[in-house]
């Protein structure tokens, strides 16, 4: 399918002007520029802080972060298979360069939903990410506007979404919605995510509960029950009013055993908690924080019946995430989603499940080349990108290798990553004879045998 149509749908706003590309967009010939700095740093002596392939970038962060931490993010459910499920699906396309194209010059912008992008990589929501470094979002954030790339706010952040949104200025951010069991509070989430200026609200499909994660069950951790990861909750004015509900009922008496490890729950919970730390520890809140966020946070009775009333509550786009089934995907946009993620949340949630990658082609067969498709799971290098686009993706989120690169340098580590992703996938275009992301087609790839 050589197709370009859906490269631009869903992208004009009501003027049909795309908002101008951001600050801190990467200049066209990234990919050299990005070679020219590497290399010329190493005329001095100076090697890149965060390396630039992604086996050595996964070794490094591993060594650089707690065992809670990497198991909670570098896992997955079950025996793994779908993670490496997703892997082995790129291995089975190869890229079919083409010669003397004489593309000089890249442009790697796209349209997406009313707002032109940098390029066709943008930031995954990932949820908890303090485990790898203290202000992820904020940093992560504040990484994504250095350069010029759209983010994902997770739901399961460890920074406010109006704190990381003032960091971005007018770069492009979305907001990532776990559809609560409290109907109240995901309006106040979504009134938020309009008053920070989100581009877009992503709706997360398939976590309506938590899969099978074995690193994590072995461990006994949760990044929530310490409170990491709910910033968002306790932040939001719904929140605090079921708190406080909470509170107001009388105790009921519980068989708890004090241990030590009890004691630095404790302590996690009141560090965590907004505030300041003696006071917290005084108080009933940070531990009724954290219960009622496990009480509430998403519901496992998710229908398309909920989905359906998005219309009426907010008039953002509407991003459905975790779809995997053609038939899904049907569904979702006679809904009325403006766009879709084909993701199996980086093979987190259902073991064996289907690679990110085969659904995705699956899917752009079934709905044709119009509707707006991104691929999240499996994504790690530039040239995953460019096979990604060449399938039908309009777009890519990158996941875990910025949170990696957050794990080795902070913010500078999540820029290098970003940059050296984009590096390669510009740099790949201009080895297959590609000009611009609508010429990322499907005859640029082949099934690998």
Known sequence: MTDTAHRSAGSADPTGVPAAVPAGTPPTGTGLSRLQHIYREGMLGRRPAVPTDFAELERRARRASSRIAWAYVAGGAGEGRTMRRNRAAFDRWAIVPRMAAGAVERDLSVDLLGTRHASPV????????????????????????????????????????????????????????????????????????????????????????????????????????????????????????????????????????????????LLAMTRNHPGRFWRNLRSPLPRASVETFLDVYSNPGLSWQHLATLRERTRLPVVLKGILHPDDARRAFDLGADAIVVSNHGGRQVDNAIASLDALVAIRDAIGPEPTVLLDSGIRTGADVFVALALGADAVLLGRPHLYGLALAGQRGVEDVIRNVVAELDLTMALSGARDVPAVTRDLVSAAG
Do not use: H
């Open 122 to 265: 943008l930031l995954a929501p990932v949820g908890a990410g303090a485990l790898m470094g203290r202000d992820s979002d904020l940093s992560i954030a504040r990484a994504a506007a250095a350069t010029g790339t759209g983010y994902v706010f997770s739901n399961q952040g460890c920074n406010t979404m109006e704190d990381c949104a003032a960091a971005m200025g007018d770069t492009p951010r979305w907001v990532q919605l776990y559809w609560s069991k409290d109907e109240g509070l995901v309006d106040s989430l979504i009134q938020r995510a309009e008053s920070i200026g989100a581009g877009a609200l992503v709706v997360t499909l398939d976590t309506t509960v938590l899969g099978w994660r074995p690193q994590d069950l072995n461990l006994g951790f949760l990044p929530f029950t310490r409170g990491v990861g709910i910033a968002q909750y306790t932040s939001d004015p719904r929140f605090a009013a079921i708190v406080a509900e909470r509170v107001a009922r009388p105790a009921t008496k519980q068989d708890v055993r004090i241990t030590l490890s009890a004691v630095r729950t």
